[in-house]
């Protein structure tokens, strides 16, 4: 949802909110109209995108800011939620292996699946590099001898950097 607010040049009215006037009596300004307009734009955006449930929760709220946040804390929890996520999600990474039967391509898109949900709750500790090395341990339980020559190759760890950053995208 951020991307689409960032395309349509809505994301800062989500980001750092309006001013939406509550004196209706008095003239609008042309900045506070544009500003409402803004806010309208970002608002459809964002309730166009949510299902049934989602749209319950913000119904009646008419900042974008205010919607965003609701969604945030309902999906993500507050601040300390959100770091007992990171906690299990960092263990969840570190106990990570290869599953019976696994290819190594669902191994891949399950690890940058759990990358991807640790990224966006705010941890900055799983760096790509760390994933990516993460990566190649799990995988020396497939090929014990490639994984083993990629570690010895001279340049690993850039190579290790520009590699995986290729694959991800």
Known sequence: MKMFHIIARLW??????VMIPV????EI??????????????????VSSLGLDEFNKVNGMESAKQIWE?????????????KGNIEL???ELERFVFLQGETTQAMI??????FNRIRALGSTEWDDNKVARKMLRTYRAKNNMLAS???ERPGYDNTLRSSFKAQAS
């Open 12 to 17: 800062e009215v989500v980001d750092i909110d």
């Open 23 to 26: 004196d209706e009596d008095r």
């Open 89 to 91: 999600l960092h263990g």
């Open 149 to 151: 020559v990629i570690m």
């Open 109 to 114: 898109d399950r690890l940058m699946s759990s």
């Open 29 to 46: 300004t042309p900045k506070e109209a544009f500003h409402l307009h803004q806010n309208a734009q970002a608002v459809s955006l964002l």
């Open 70 to 82: 609701a969604l945030r804390t309902s999906f993500e929890g507050d601040k300390s939620m959100r």
